[in-house]
C-alpha cells in the first residue's frame, strides 16, 4: 500500500544517497525535506544492511516517530528500560509497510535487505541536546560490541 503522505523520489536521488550510505561510516544517508525549525520534521532514511542505530527515545509527547517503508525491508525493536526487546515489528513492501513508534519508547531497527528506503516523520522543534536519549545499555555506533549486538538483533527476527 503507498500511502500518500510519502513524496516521491527520483531513481538519480536513490543512487545518489545510496553512494552516500555506502560511503558512511554509518551506513545511511538522510534526505532531509523540511527546514531547519520547522515543526514537522520530515526525512527519507537510506539504510545499508549493515548500518546499526543506537536504540534510543524521543522525549516529549508529540514526538511519535512515523516510520513508511518506501523499498527494501527492516524490522523494528521496542525494548523496555532495561534493554530487554519487548517487541519486534517486521516491515516489508506488499505486507506491512507502516509503524509508529510511541514517544518515550527505546527503539532501534535493523536492515533485513541489502538496502532500505524508510520515509519517517515526527513533530516537534528539532533541538540536538532534547531530540533523542541514547540508551546507556546497548553499545555505541561504530564500537567492535556495535557489530556483535547488530547481529544478535537480526538473529532475533523470525520471518
Known sequence: MTHKIIPSLLDSEKNFHFAQASSSIRKRSPKILHKKGDYLNK????????SYMHPHLHPGEEKIEKMYLVDGAFALFLFDDKGEIEKTIVLEKGNNEFVEVPAFTWHTYVMLSQKAIIYETMEGKYDP??????????PIENSPEATKYLEMLKSKVKL
Open 43 to 50: 526525512v527519507f532514511n537510506f539504510i545499508l544492511s549493515d
Open 129 to 138: 541536546d532534547t531530540w533523542k536519549k541514547i540508551a546507556s545499555w546497548a
